[in-house]
């Protein structure tokens, strides 16, 4: 029997067509029917073609539908992938600019801090209304989200439906290649547990044939100038933390007190890095602004390929569906779920970001134990904020969204208490339209 798998927010063309080649390379999936859904009508047009095109490259005997109709996308669907965006850069750049006007310097913001936690009220009614479809069209799918705030939106998921969700991000194990590289393994000799929060979990253990790599990686980023300078945030953090984290410099730089609260560690930490983001203001709001007036030409350039690549990727969620609906072989991957007596030190029902096995209908996430003292301090403080501003939403409590931002580290670090009530006043008053309360 045919399976079907729904992509919410299919104009989200890098992840789109990345997922459907990969999906489409199993052959239990050969014959899916892939099921487009996007409120951008030109967005979706042009995935259409794309996802045609990979169908046609691969001869496979696979259907495709679009619509800008969610209900009949999910109807019956064995897999859900969310990619959605809510609200163009037009809004979102609010996160980024206000808090620089204030002194917070921000990078990304999509993750915590004042910009994560603005885009979460933004999204989180959003993808609850996606939640609730798949509740009623498509109960027993397993669904993957790779929308951001990860761990924000997986909390207040899996505490308002009973959908089988997971969070997915792609940092652990491009993080775990990057390190082989720097000291020339073969990721076929690699095993790592990985564990912690989205975008902050820690390699607990990494290891080459089964002994500690730590020591070559360590050697590697003090001895090789080049390998330092691809990622001096995350370098800093393993040098004085003893353990490696998982998503990139730029992105960690507003994670936590010790890059960004100074232009001169600004200067000397987030700009003259070699990695894809130092750590620049605003990186990817600029990338987002810039993609507004290039997209159209960039889609139609991959369209206008005679050849393209449809190789299997290294993102879980074709082997994830693969193993829950597919040949059923089991699949381990790092995934976004409530803390459910996984990590010891961590506040119960957070969400964290840990291995899970993929089987026959089931994700089982596996059990952690304690985070090292000195790495659960760091952790805590954002997931505590994080739940904060959760409840927030969940409550309609804006005292509870100021209390998460009043107790994010950067922002404490730059800001005093009533500096950040200002700002965050002000950032209600300018997404007031987008928010629920």
Excluded at 208 to 232: C, K, L, M, S
Excluded at 263 to 285: K, Q, S
Excluded at 357 to 362: C, D, E, I, K, T
Excluded at 385 to 398: I, K, P, T, W
Aim: proline share 4%.
């Amino acid at each position: 029997m045919a399976r079907k798998i729904a992509f919410i927010g299919a104009g989200s063309f890098g992840f789109t067509r990345t997922l459907v080649k990969d999906i489409l390379s199993f052959p239990a999936f050969a014959d899916a029917h892939i099921a487009l859904m996007d409120i951008n009508p030109t967005r979706l047009g042009y995935i259409k073609q794309a996802v045609d095109k990979i169908v046609a490259a691969g001869n496979y005997p696979a259907t495709v539908t679009a619509t800008e109709n969610r209900a009949e996308a999910l109807e019956g669907a064995d897999g859900v992938a969310i990619t959605i965006l809510s609200g163009g850069v037009q809004i979102w750049r609010h996160d980024i600019e206000i808090p620089k006007k204030y002194g917070v310097d921000i990078n990304v913001g999509d993750t915590r801090g004042p910009a994560g936690i603005f885009r979460f009220l933004r999204t989180g009614p959003d993808m609850l209304a996606i939640c609730r479809d798949i509740e009623k069209y498509c109960p027993n799918a397993v669904v993957l989200n790779y929308t951001n705030p990860m761990a924000m939106l997986c909390r207040y998921l899996l505490a308002e439906t009973k959908v089988n969700v997971t969070g997915l991000c792609h940092s652990v194990q491009g993080t775990a290649e990057m390190l082989a590289r720097w000291i020339g393994a073969d990721m076929d000799e690699v095993t790592y547990t990985c564990a912690g929060i989205n975008h902050t979990a820690f390699y607990l253990d990494y290891k080459v044939n089964g002994q500690d790599a730590y020591p070559a990686i360590r050697r590697a980023i003090t001895e090789n100038e080049a390998i330092y300078n691809e990622e001096q945030v995350r370098n800093e953090m393993f040098l004085h933390l003893d353990y490696y984290v998982t998503e990139s410099s730029g992105h960690n730089s507003e994670y936590n007190a010790w890059f960004r609260k100074r232009p001169d560690l600004i200067e000397r930490y987030c700009t003259h890095g070699t990695g894809w983001n130092p750590g620049h203001h605003a990186y990817i709001l600029h990338e987002y602004l810039r993609r507004e007036h290039d997209w159209v030409k960039d889609i139609e350039d991959w369209l206008a390929q005679e050849k393209i690549d449809i190789s299997r990727g290294h993102e879980y969620a074709s082997s994830i569906f693969n193993a829950c609906f597919g040949d059923y072989t089991p699949f381990e991957f790092n995934g976004n779920v409530l803390n459910k007596n996984l990590i010891d030190n961590l506040p119960p029902d957070c969400c964290v970001e840990v291995p899970v096995l993929a089987s026959r209908n089931r994700l089982r996430p596996f059990h952690v134990g304690a985070m090292p003292d000195h790495l659960a301090v760091m952790l805590n403080t954002s997931a505590r904020c994080e739940e904060l501003a959760v409840a927030g939403l969940r409550e309609g409590d804006r005292r509870k969204v100021f209390h998460a931002i009043l107790f994010d580290p950067l922002t404490s670090s730059v800001l005093g208490m009533q500096e950040i009530k200002d700002m965050v006043d002000e950032m209600f008053e300018a997404n007031k339209d987008y928010l629920t309360f």
